[in-house]
């Protein structure tokens, strides 16, 4: 088995749901599957849009699992889950219902043309960071610690859901 990190995210209700159920029903699907153990969720957040900012805010929260799917396996779990959730993709960094980003497999570093982890833009997004040390305050990414991250500490556009 080996731990992984999965972001999700979605901002756009459709006939599925909500975004907020969009992410519920991803966290129920990687907590019934066979192919993870000891799934923990963050808190959930809300976070303004990134990159393209002329849409409704987003849901954020990081699951934390270990997994025995190889990488690209895990990858068409994760969007096997955004394809249930209706998910189209109109416009880079567009609105989504769901959104699920690998943003760490193991301490693997893989590049290639369907998957790169870590995650590429994992360190420059509040969002990401901080709901993942939420997780686990002792995280590493290429050897530095997270929380000194300047994202770690910045809750610009970032607000936890209040249950």
Not at 73 to 95: I, P
Request: aromatic fraction near 8%; charged fraction near 25%; proline fraction near 4%.
């Amino acid at each position: 088995m080996v731990s992984c990190f999965i972001g999700l995210g979605g901002n756009i209700a459709n006939e599925h749901g909500t975004p907020i159920e969009h992410l519920q029903n991803a966290i129920t699907a990687f907590k019934n599957s066979p192919h993870f153990d000891k799934v923990v969720v963050s808190s959930f957040y809300t976070s303004k849009a990134y990159g393209v900012t002329d849409q409704p805010d987003f849901v954020n929260a990081v699951l934390k699992a270990d997994t025995n799917l190889s990488p690209l396996d895990l990858l068409d779990f994760c969007q096997s889950l955004e394809n249930t959730a209706g998910r189209v993709r109109l416009r880079h960094w567009g609105e989504r219902s769901l959104d699920v980003d690998i943003l760490l497999y193991g301490d693997e570093v893989i590049d290639n043309e369907r998957l790169i982890v870590p995650h590429k833009e994992l360190t420059l997004r509040n969002f990401v960071v901080i709901p993942m040390l939420e997780l686990d305050d002792k995280l590493m990414i290429d050897g530095k610690p997270l929380k000194e991250l300047s994202t770690a500490g910045d809750w610009q556009g970032l607000e936890i859901l209040k249950n």
